[in-house]
């Protein structure tokens, strides 16, 4: 058992570390720190196992990832019990989690094919005698960084569409939930015993900062935007590139037609929910004038009957990581200094490792409870004039995640969703894009780029590679220094009555 498993910085001091119960400080399991060649060594190892997995033909690797699905599915109960011991969130919230990563398991598996197989494209004027096609090869090895709030559905959402696309993967899961990513490795070598097509890695930052170093072939990161730009700069060293999952600060907007009841019920559940360490949950809540002190009184009356705690009844658990509860501190002691009002809770709901439900009004929009990103059981709400003055505040914060509208009115709930600066919106619902696993999981801004799910997800961890084949003779070369002024002419002759047309 090592003393100082739970301060990252410090890895040259232990050569293993223990991953804890956030709600009883108890160690849950002992984990190697890797070091640069044991980091490199696992790579090389992937590099094998990648060509391997990538000559399976589409069905193959579809069956075996079918069986790795039903493998989660039957076994949910156990990994649950794992991801509640590491992240003190209730069991049947872990069990949801899963129950999501499982249908994007599902979706990666059965769709790979059509979206990354070759594809007839036009060639266009200039080729017409070419037939082109389009076709997604893996990139070969992919890196996943994932972070601890969401230790199973997360990193999933990157690891089974690299898996689909063909590579393999070397997982680096947070220093608090070790013990989660080393069942997920665990679950899939069970079906898939042939090669290690999905490898652990353990440690601190610096473990994943040798692997953003160590020459994959992307690296698909989850985490803080401060911690994305250090990856990125390691990234950088060898061209690799990276997809970047980061933090969010999302606004749900409440419009005077809106159905409060339901809003009222998916902000608390938005913001509540893991206790509030959600990357989409709903921190900030701008919510029409005419139905602003309703509203309130809505979400006041709902949070009064929750909260935190270990036990079985408990809504949410306690804060998984110590250090986030002195960021709810400042953020709530920031917004009553600047003129806030907390209408349910404040500082006094802090009761280490537990913060109860706070609902915070009228707090200046400068505030670092309104710009920063919270990650806890806390909202702020603000009233506006309309929907378009909450897409204005909204997209003022430098981050942009996602977002929800609520509104009866469809044409003006859709303009809304459409002028939010962000990747991801729900309409009369919240959080409900990540589990549609057609649709592309990102944001734009300090929440990062590129896209994990749906079509892009399988798109991100592939190469496109496009091609021409001739499939008759030109009849003019122009690429040929056998090339005449006829040849020349004609085709500019064609390009000017197709693309010379005036444009008013
Ligand atoms: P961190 O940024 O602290 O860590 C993320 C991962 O990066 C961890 O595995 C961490 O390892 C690792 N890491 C830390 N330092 C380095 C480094 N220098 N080089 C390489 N890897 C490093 O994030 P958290 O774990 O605290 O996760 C919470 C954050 O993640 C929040 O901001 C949240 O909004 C965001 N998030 C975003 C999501 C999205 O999809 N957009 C989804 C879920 C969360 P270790 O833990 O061992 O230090």
Same mark, same amino acid.
């Given at each position: 058992?090592?003393?100082?498993?739970?301060?990252?910085?410090?890895?040259?001091?232990?050569?293993?570390?223990?991953?804890?119960?956030?709600?009883?400080?108890?160690?849950?399991?002992?984990?190697?720190?890797?070091?640069?060649?044991?980091?490199?060594?696992?790579?090389?190892?992937?590099?094998?196992?990648?060509?391997?997995?990538?000559?399976?033909?589409?069905?193959?690797?579809?069956?075996?990832?079918?069986?790795?699905?039903?493998?989660?599915?039957?076994?949910?109960?156990?990994?649950?019990?794992?991801?509640?011991?590491?992240?003190?969130?209730?069991?049947?919230?872990?069990?949801?989690?899963?129950?999501?990563?499982?249908?994007?398991?599902?979706?990666?598996?059965?769709?790979?094919?059509?979206?990354?197989?070759?594809?007839?494209?036009?060639?266009?004027?200039?080729?017409?005698?070419?037939?082109?096609?389009?076709?997604?090869?893996?990139?070969?090895?992919?890196?996943?960084?994932?972070?601890?709030?969401?230790?199973?559905?997360?990193?999933?959402?990157?690891?089974?569409?690299?898996?689909?696309?063909?590579?393999?993967?070397?997982?680096?899961?947070?220093?608090?939930?070790?013990?989660?990513?080393?069942?997920?490795?665990?679950?899939?070598?069970?079906?898939?015993?042939?090669?290690?097509?999905?490898?652990?890695?353990?440690?601190?930052?610096?473990?994943?900062?040798?692997?953003?170093?160590?020459?994959?072939?992307?690296?698909?990161?989850?985490?803080?935007?401060?911690?994305?730009?250090?990856?990125?700069?390691?990234?950088?060293?060898?061209?690799?590139?990276?997809?970047?999952?980061?933090?969010?600060?999302?606004?749900?907007?409440?419009?005077?037609?809106?159905?409060?009841?339901?809003? #009222? *019920?998916? /902000?608390?559940?938005?913001? &509540?929910? $893991? =206790? +509030?360490?959600?990357?989409? !949950?709903?921190?900030?809540?701008?919510?029409?004038?005419?139905?602003?002190?309703?509203?309130?009184?809505?979400?006041?009356?709902?949070?009064?009957?929750?909260?935190?705690?270990?036990?079985?009844?408990?809504?949410?658990?306690?804060?998984?990581?110590?250090?986030?509860?002195?960021?709810?501190?400042?953020?709530?002691?920031?917004?009553?200094?600047?003129?806030?009002?907390?209408?349910?809770?404040?500082?006094?709901?802090?009761?280490?490792?537990?913060?109860?439900?706070?609902?915070?009004?009228?707090?200046?929009?400068?505030?670092?409870?309104?710009?920063?990103?919270?990650?806890?059981?806390?909202?702020?709400?603000?009233?506006? #004039? *309309?929907? /378009?003055?909450?897409?204005? &505040?909204? $997209? =003022? +914060?430098?981050?942009?995640? !996602?977002?929800?509208?609520?509104?009866?009115?469809?044409?003006?709930?859709?303009?809304?969703?459409?002028?939010?600066?962000?990747?991801?919106?729900?309409?009369?619902?919240?959080?409900?894009?990540?589990?549609?696993?057609?649709?592309?999981?990102?944001?734009?801004?300090?929440?990062?780029?590129?896209?994990?799910?749906?079509?892009?997800?399988?798109?991100?961890?592939?190469?496109?590679?496009?091609?021409?084949?001739?499939?008759?003779?030109?009849?003019?070369?122009?690429?040929?220094?056998?090339?005449?002024?006829?040849?020349?002419?004609?085709?500019?002759?064609?390009?000017?009555?197709?693309?010379?047309?005036?444009?008013?």
């Amino acid at each position: 058992m090592v003393a100082t498993a739970r301060k990252p910085g410090q890895p040259g001091l232990a050569k293993t570390f223990d991953s804890l119960n956030p709600a009883t400080d108890e160690p849950v399991a002992t984990f190697a720190v890797f070091g640069e060649h044991e980091v490199g060594e696992t790579v090389a190892r992937a590099r094998e196992a990648a060509a391997w997995w990538s000559a399976l033909t589409w069905k193959e690797r579809q069956t075996r990832l079918l069986a790795w699905k039903s493998y989660l599915t039957r076994y949910i109960m156990r990994l649950a019990e794992v991801v509640h011991a590491e992240t003190g969130k209730p069991a049947s919230d872990a069990q949801l989690e899963i129950l999501l990563a499982i249908v994007h398991i599902d979706w990666a598996a059965k769709h790979a094919r059509r979206v990354l197989s070759p594809q007839k494209v036009r060639s266009g004027l200039v080729a017409f005698n070419h037939a082109s096609t389009v076709q997604y090869h893996p990139l070969g090895v992919v890196g996943v960084i994932g972070p601890w709030n969401y230790p199973v559905f997360t990193p999933i959402g990157s690891i089974a569409y690299a898996l689909a696309a063909g590579n393999a993967v070397v997982f680096k899961p947070s220093e608090f939930t070790p013990a989660t990513g080393s069942w997920l490795v665990s679950s899939f070598a069970a079906v898939v015993p042939e090669h290690p097509v999905l490898q652990l890695v353990t440690g601190f930052g610096e473990t994943g900062s040798h692997l953003a170093r160590s020459g994959v072939d992307k690296i698909a990161f989850t985490g803080s935007t401060r911690t994305a730009k250090k990856v990125m700069a390691a990234c950088a060293e060898n061209l690799t590139p990276m997809v970047a999952e980061c933090g969010g600060k999302d606004a749900m907007l409440v419009a005077a037609d809106a159905d409060l009841d339901s809003a #009222a *019920d998916a /902000a608390v559940w938005g913001a &509540l929910s $893991n =206790a +509030g360490q959600t990357c989409v !949950g709903v921190e900030r809540i701008y919510v029409a004038q005419s139905v602003y002190h309703t509203f309130i009184e809505k979400l006041a009356d709902r949070v009064s009957g929750l909260r935190p705690g270990d036990d079985r009844e408990a809504d949410y658990g306690p804060m998984t990581m110590p250090g986030q509860l002195e960021v709810i501190e400042q953020h709530i002691a920031d917004a009553m200094a600047c003129g806030g009002r907390a209408v349910v809770g404040g500082l006094g709901s802090i009761r280490k490792p537990y913060v109860g439900p706070v609902i915070l009004a009228d707090v200046p929009e400068t505030s670092a409870a309104v710009t920063e990103e919270t990650f806890g059981p806390t909202m702020t709400v603000k009233p506006v #004039a *309309d929907l /378009a003055e909450g897409v204005r &505040l909204a $997209n =003022a +914060g430098r981050y942009g995640l !996602g977002g929800s509208v609520y509104s009866k009115n469809k044409k003006a709930a859709m303009r809304a969703a459409r002028s939010l600066r962000t990747g991801m919106t729900s309409i009369n619902s919240a959080l409900t894009v990540l589990s549609v696993p057609s649709l592309p999981f990102g944001g734009v801004g300090e929440s990062g780029f590129g896209r994990i799910h749906g079509a892009d997800g399988l798109k991100e961890f592939s190469r496109a590679q496009s091609i021409t084949r001739q499939r008759m003779k030109p009849m003019s070369n122009l690429t040929s220094f056998t090339r005449t002024d006829k040849d020349l002419n004609q085709i500019m002759t064609l390009v000017t009555l197709l693309h010379g047309r005036r444009y008013k």
